[in-house]
């Protein structure tokens, strides 16, 4: 005697478990997805390579209480501000500069107040990108693409 | 004789989830990776653009800057930069005489000055006797201006 089972037919079940599995799938990329870091972009370049396209020169001569900073942007990024770490004997810090030079453009001029102690400047460019997927602005800093200053 | 059964997962409820983390995955990695191949070229000049101050004179007294400026480089250019400084030890031009220049073609030269009184002192912020002058080319590629890096630049003295 044949005792005969009712189930699924084999293509209804697959075509199932395939659809499942896509659902399982975009859930947990979704998920995922809040712990992976926002990407920012100009002009539709990662941040990333557009911080390695950035050229500038930098000049300085030292006055009271400070340095006297002249800058030129050789290259076809325009960098929005500065962050400038202050190195010291004692320590270390990182200060944002609000100031930027456009394409093609130098500026002449730019007093930066330096505590004592400080040995060293190191000019860290910043440039202004837009986050993936989103319409707001960031500020990038280009850790890759500093100059240094070393204060006599 | 009995043999002991182990709870466990459906064989087939495992490879739906092995399956779908797969696919998670590889959508993470091209999403991801998509991002650093960018579509947009990078702006940058053809190796081998290149501008030279053939001769360059200054007089102090009248601050009348001669230049001779030759495209000693292997492709046309559409223009360059005149920056100077005034600065005792300057390493960079920090003043813009000029943004526009002239279109050169491989191997041609061309005068240029510049005076106080007369052509494109337009920056009234340079006071006394200049030290340094630099010209940086630029070409047009696309709709775009290209700021080559290559920058000639002369020490000036009176």
């Known amino acids: ?152 | 004789m009995f043999t002991k059964r182990k709870r466990g997962l459906s064989e087939i409820v495992a490879y739906v989830i092995l399956i779908s983390i797969t696919f998670a995955v590889a959508g993470m990695v091209f999403a991801w990776l998509r991002f650093y191949v960018t579509s947009s070229p990078e702006l940058k000049c053809e190796d081998g653009t290149s501008l030279s101050l053939r001769q360059v004179s200054y007089n102090c007294t009248s601050k009348e800057l001669n230049l001779t400026i030759q495209n000693r480089g292997l492709f046309d250019i559409n223009g360059y930069i005149v920056r100077v400084s005034n600065l005792s030890k300057a390493n960079i031009g920090i003043y813009t005489l000029n943004v526009s220049g002239e279109p050169l073609s491989t191997g041609e030269n061309y005068n240029d000055y510049y005076t106080q009184s007369n052509k494109t002192y337009t920056n009234s912020a340079i006071k006394g006797i200049l030290t340094l002058v630099e010209i940086q080319p630029w070409v047009i590629q696309g709709n775009t201006t290209v700021y080559c890096q290559d920058v000639a630049q002369q020490y000036l003295s009176c």
């Not at chain 1, 005969?4 to 599995?21: D, E, N, Y």
């Not at chain 1, 130098?106 to 440039?127: D, E, K, R």
Request: aromatic share 6%.
């Open chain 1, 1 to 152: 005697m044949v005792i005969s089972k009712r189930g699924l037919s084999p293509v209804v079940a697959t075509v199932l478990l395939i659809m499942l599995t896509m659902v399982l799938a975009l859930m947990v990329f979704l998920w995922a997805q809040g712990f992976v870091s926002e990407q920012i972009q100009k002009g539709g370049t990662s941040s990333d390579q557009v911080c390695q396209q950035i050229s500038f020169d930098v000049d300085s001569s030292q006055i009271a209480n400070g340095v006297n900073l002249q800058i030129v942007n050789r290259g076809n990024t325009p960098i929005y501000n500065f962050d400038i770490k202050f190195v010291g004997t004692q320590d270390t810090s990182m200060k944002n500069f609000n100031f930027g030079v456009d394409v093609g453009q130098a500026t002449p001029s730019q007093v930066v107040p330096v505590p004592s102690g400080i040995t060293q400047l190191i000019l860290y460019p910043m440039i202004l990108g837009t986050v993936q997927g989103k319409k707001i602005n960031k500020a990038v800093t280009c850790l890759n693409s500093g100059k240094t200053i070393t204060l006599s």
